[in-house]
């Protein structure tokens, strides 16, 4: 039996882990299982699974888990640090599905510990691509990616040689106001903005991909997954989220990799991975499809996509500060406190703001000073947020 563990196994990526562990569930032995707020989901599938323990992030719902596993033989544990004490527990894979920054610190401590980390948590990449790549090369560790278009070039890239890589091409639903006209971008409601028209994920994620600040975090993380320049990184819209990426040959020939919108493809070829095994995913007719449509993205509906080549071009720990702006600048979106509009003005003045730190920016890539450039880089995104609402 395979141990493996699940951090975010509440979420949108959690829940389609494990409806693939549930298929079989005499091949696994599940280790942890992790979640947030939402205890009753987190204590069900660790009692259905027969997880070893189940941690909250959160130190104060601890009695709520307590209750609920009481006399069930599962472990409650809470907080950060029981989070990263949960990945260090041995295992053959772990699924890396916490959303946010929050997911780098387990992430890490799995590696460290050897762990194949299956990660869909595209921030840690963006934050600290160097720290994971590196650690899990001191560890023996493998970093495997779940993210649809990484994944999708992970596959192209199967038994080809890098350095004969031209260009890699991952492509973007376009989101929710894709056919919106621009001047009404800036009253879209965030219920507006949290409905995908392929994909159903995560809140944050969602809006995220109508503001493209997904696909940004993408470009970044294709960067640094692959060891690409980022001019060799390309953005295509495709309404329809079946080409899920491409990878560009210098011999011109370009590998295309197609699959229903359903993330149960790239989890689960991360966890069977080297092998292919049966999936319960729709498999595509196209001769009903009948076409495919791919436009260049427009740089003033999406500004978020300059911003992740100018965090490129900067270099250092610009990413973390991203990453974090962006962060801060969704939770005053949520929040209701600034429009859609101004999520990619705040991150703009919060990184103008993080490059003059240039002692901060290119110090060593360390967790803590991930952690400060992350902190200093909410703070100024908070700043910028009320100077807009002024
Ligand atoms: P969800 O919001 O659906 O789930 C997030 C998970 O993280 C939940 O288990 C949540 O717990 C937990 N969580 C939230 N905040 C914290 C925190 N501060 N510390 C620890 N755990 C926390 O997100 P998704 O599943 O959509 O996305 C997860 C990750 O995968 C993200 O990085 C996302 O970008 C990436 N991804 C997602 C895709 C998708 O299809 N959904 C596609 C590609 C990448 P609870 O809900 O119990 O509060
Ligand atoms: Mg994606």
């Not at 699974?49 to 909250?56: E, F, M, N, Q, Y």
């Not at 560890?139 to 890239?157: K, T």
């Not at 890699?168 to 409905?195: C, K, M, N, Y």
């Amino acid at each position: 039996m395979r141990k493996v563990s699940i951090f975010g196994a509440t979420g949108s990526i959690g829940q389609n882990t494990i409806d693939l562990i549930r298929r079989a569930p005499d091949a696994y032995d599940v280790v942890a299982l992790t979640g947030g707020a939402n205890i009753a989901r987190l204590a069900g599938d660790a009692v259905a699974l027969r997880a070893d323990v189940a941690v909250t992030a959160y130190d104060d719902r601890l009695p709520d888990l307590r209750a609920a596993l009481e006399g069930t033989g599962v472990e409650a544990a809470a907080g950060q640090a029981a989070l990263v004490e949960a990945a260090a527990r041995p295992a053959d894979w772990i699924m890396s599905a916490i959303v946010g920054a929050a997911g780098l610190a387990p992430g890490l401590e799995a590696l460290k510990h050897g762990t194949t980390l299956a990660l869909a948590n595209k921030e840690s990449l963006v934050c600290a691509g160097r720290l994971l790549l590196e650690t899990a090369a001191a560890h023996g560790a493998r970093l495997l990616p779940v993210d649809s278009e990484h994944s999708a070039v992970f596959q192209g890239l199967a038994g080809e040689d890098i350095d004969a890589v031209e260009r890699i091409v991952i492509t973007a639903s376009g989101g929710a106001f894709r056919d919106w006209p621009l001047e009404d971008l800036p009253t879209a409601s965030l219920a507006q903005a949290s409905s995908h028209p392929n994909w159903d994920m995560g809140q944050r994620i969602t809006i995220d991909s109508a503001s493209m600040f997904n696909k940004a975090m993408e470009v970044i993380e294709t960067r640094e997954y692959f060891g690409v320049q980022p001019e060799q990184i390309e953005v295509l819209v495709h309404p329809e989220s079946l080409v899920h990426a491409l990878v560009g040959f210098t011999d011109g020939a370009l590998m295309a990799h197609l699959g229903a919108p359903d993330m149960r493809h790239a989890i689960g070829y991360a966890l069977h991975w080297p092998e292919r095994r049966e999936l319960p995913v729709e498999r595509l007719d196209l001769a009903r499809i009948g076409q495919l449509n791919f436009r260049a993205p427009d740089p003033a509906r999406y500004p978020a996509l300059r911003l992740a080549y100018d965090v490129m071009a900067r270099g250092g720990m610009m990413g973390a500060a991203f990453n974090a702006a962006k962060e801060q600048a969704l939770d005053d979106f949520i929040s209701g406190r600034i429009r859609f509009t101004d999520m990619a003005a705040v991150t703009e003045t919060a990184l103008e703001r993080m490059s003059a730190e240039r002692d901060l920016i290119d110090a060593a890539m360390t967790l803590d000073n991930v952690t400060r450039v992350d902190h200093l880089a909410r703070q100024q995104a908070a700043r910028a947020a009320e100077e807009r609402i002024g």
